[in-house]
């Protein structure tokens, strides 16, 4: 672990760490990493205990691309471009609810790879909800009630805001592929401008999995089209990995305690019913399912 | 060469002799102009290894000057008013993270009701923030004062952010004679900036780590160390400025006639006015003094208490005030005096624009001496609100 990985203080199979050291492996550590108060800063940056080997920088909670945006122009005026690529390595509530600099950093299409680690909430504090958490998930401010069964709300499509921006490089990925990661941010730092790949991480703590259940969850994920795995270039869409005989999606529900509350009431079987649809939409939107 | 010009061409012209090398902002009035002047000399070619950016607000403008002075640039911002507290967040980061950030802050009230006009609420909002503050009489000075802000703020004693504070409207968008610097003489003045420690992948280091109570402490303390030694930085870089330029502007504090009984105190372009107001009040035989105070952060409270302590009276003249308490420039004051004798009245005018007319100052400043004048709220009338 050159780049990455000494003392941090990650739970034991946490999808983060796998996702940043393929991140910085695939740059070869020669990249200025910015990171936004969360998960992957908590376990990596406190004082004395710094566990990078590439310069590094938390500033705030919601201002990491525009940050990434500076180092970049500073690199440009100094001449030192050469010097490697800036990444933001946030999580997804600092990239899709609080981190609106986000667009700024696409509009103006700064030199940066913007990498959201999604694991789907705010999980650094216990798991409150944020705009990546899925449809009918418990969590912290969105709890399973009476009346209410979690997030209502969709999950927003980051993918599309990216792409809407007329962002180079869009893709998805997860941290149960390591090799995809790998070439998505090489690939990534081949083209100039404002690049953004989300990677599905899955969370021990927050999802309530078994540690040993993380790759199995994590390729669930990808298994019932409920993550779908894409890749575009210039807008178009250049690869998806396809799936054979897509699970359905209980199969991924069943194994974690927040959609525990699906499987206990009448309600939840018609939340569960919404998320297949929403699993056949991806499937179909992006031509997953592998012909027999 | 000396040449009739705006305030706002004064700084820009004078950022450009610093040779920054990332300059990002967002248009706000009474600012916009400040920067349209440093778009235009980026378009023509005439800002070398400088990258300018159009930010999407002023916090994202904040924030990418934060990632390029970490990455070793010297960088410039202006901003005002709801601009400056919505850059609050990343400005006070910034300062715990010691990146040398030149602002110029052209103060403006603050919303609500929404006034584009000038008092000094919006920096008065930022004094906890570990920003050096130096507020300019005129545009003479806003123009000398930027490269003096990027030699103190890189000064490795200090490596603090700098705020220069110039009114709105009184001073941006007046037109005055300004002798505009030369290159040479900048570059004589101001090296490159060369920071001890900055991101890059040849030595990486960690910036804006955590800090658990164990540690937090030790870092805001370093922060008060730096403001005391940037005292001592900024007297010598006044006095070697005042050397090269031929332009004596005074250290923290600039006194006209100090062995009066009386004296008002203020700061900015208010001051300008004031020196003719003392003058007359002096002709009709009136003891009285000024007190321009050019730094309010660090605050220059022992040299306050040197040349004001046996002093009988002194009026402060506020334009903000902290709502529930009174006057900002008093309460500091007030603090620096502890322990002598001088009364002090306070006054708070102007705020939002309103207008600080000759005579009605010179008659408060009179009344005062005399003592039929009491501290509080001058040049406003009652009138009846929703809420009242």
């Not at chain 1, 990661?181 to 999802?207: D, L, M």
């Not at chain 2, 031929?246 to 004296?263: A, C, M, Q, T």
Request: charged share 25%; aromatic share 8%; with cysteine.
């Amino acid at each position: 672990m050159r780049f990455f990985g000494r003392g941090h203080g990650a739970c034991p199979g946490c999808g983060l760490t796998i996702a940043v050291r393929n991140v910085l492996e695939a740059l070869e550590g020669k990249c200025f990493v910015v990171n936004p108060t969360g998960c992957l800063e908590i376990i990596s940056s406190q004082y004395g205990r710094n566990a990078w080997g590439v310069p590094y920088i938390h500033s705030l909670f919601d201002n990491a691309a525009a940050v990434a945006c500076g180092i970049s122009e500073a690199l440009k005026a100094l001449g030192r471009e050469d010097e490697g690529k800036v990444v933001v390595l946030a999580g997804d509530g600092a990239t899709a609810d609080i981190g609106l600099t986000l667009h700024g950093m696409f509009d103006r299409n700064h030199d940066v790879i913007y990498i959201c680690l999604d694991n789907e909430a705010y999980q650094n504090t216990g798991h409150q909800q944020s705009a990546l958490t899925p449809f009918g998930e418990a969590t912290t401010t969105t709890p399973a009630g009476k009346v209410l069964f979690g997030k209502m709300g969709r999950k927003k499509d980051m993918v599309a805001i990216a792409l809407a921006h007329g962002s180079p490089y869009v893709a998805t990925s997860s941290a149960v592929l390591p090799a995809d990661i790998r070439r998505k941010v090489k690939k990534a730092s081949n083209i100039e401008g404002a690049k953004y790949i989300q990677i599905h991480c899955p969370c021990v703590t927050g999802w309530g999995i078994d540690g040993k259940d993380v790759v199995k969850v994590g390729n669930l994920a990808i298994e019932t089209a409920l993550y779908p795995i894409v890749e575009f270039e210039n807008g178009k869409l250049i690869t998806v990995r396809k799936v054979r005989d897509r699970k359905p999606v209980e199969e991924y529900l069943k194994l974690q305690r927040r959609f525990r509350h699906l499987f206990t009431s009448p309600e939840g079987k018609k939340i569960i019913a919404e998320i297949q649809r929403i699993a056949d939409e991806n499937a179909l939107k992006y031509g997953i399912d592998l012909k027999k | 060469m000396k040449k009739v010009v705006r305030g706002f061409y004064s700084v820009a012209y004078s950022v450009k002799l610093c040779r920054p090398n990332v300059i990002c902002a967002y248009p706000i009035t009474p600012q916009t102009e400040i920067v349209e002047n440093l778009a235009t000399m980026y378009a023509n070619g005439e800002l070398e290894n400088c990258r300018y950016i159009t930010a999407e607000s002023e916090f994202a403008a904040a924030s990418i000057l934060v990632g390029a002075s970490a990455a070793g640039a010297r960088t410039f911002t202006a901003t005002c008013s709801q601009g400056l507290i919505l850059m609050s967040e990343v400005l006070f980061n910034a300062a715990g993270m010691r990146l040398p950030i030149v602002i110029v802050n052209t103060n403006r009230a603050l919303s609500a009701p929404l006034s584009i006009w000038n008092d000094l609420q919006d920096s008065m909002a930022l004094r906890d923030a570990g920003i050096v503050q130096v507020y300019v009489e005129n545009n003479q000075e806003a123009h000398d004062m930027v490269p003096q802000a990027y030699r103190i703020a890189e000064d490795k004693r200090v490596m603090l952010p700098f705020m220069i504070c110039m009114d709105g409207f009184k001073l941006t968008h007046a037109y005055e004679p300004v002798d505009l610097l030369e290159q040479d003489v900048v570059d004589s003045f101001l090296p490159p900036y060369r920071p001890e420690v900055y991101l890059t992948t040849k030595k990486p280091l960690a910036f804006g780590c955590y800090a658990p109570p164990h540690v937090y402490m030790e870092f805001r303390v370093a922060m008060q160390r730096a403001m005391e030694r940037a005292k001592d930085v900024m007297e010598k870089v006044f006095k070697e400025w005042a050397e090269i330029s031929g332009r004596d502007w005074g250290g923290h504090l600039e006194i006209v006639y100090p062995d009066s009984k009386n004296f008002v105190i203020a700061m900015g372009s208010l001051v300008g006015l004031l020196r003719k107001v003392v003058d007359e009040l002096r002709s009709e035989g009136f003891s009285i003094g000024l007190v321009k105070l050019r730094t309010f952060r660090p605050f220059p409270a022992e040299e306050l208490r040197k040349n004001l302590g046996s002093a009988e009276k002194i009026i402060v003249i506020d334009r903000s005030f902290s709502c529930g308490y009174e006057g900002n420039l008093s309460i500091e004051l007030k603090s620096a005096l502890y322990g002598t004798n001088p009364e002090v009245i306070s006054f708070i005018l102007g705020l939002g624009g309103r207008d600080i007319p000759k005579d009605f100052i010179k008659e408060l400043l009179r009344n005062s001496i005399l003592g039929r004048e009491k501290s509080g709220f001058k040049g406003f009338k009652e009138f009846e609100e929703v809420i009242p």
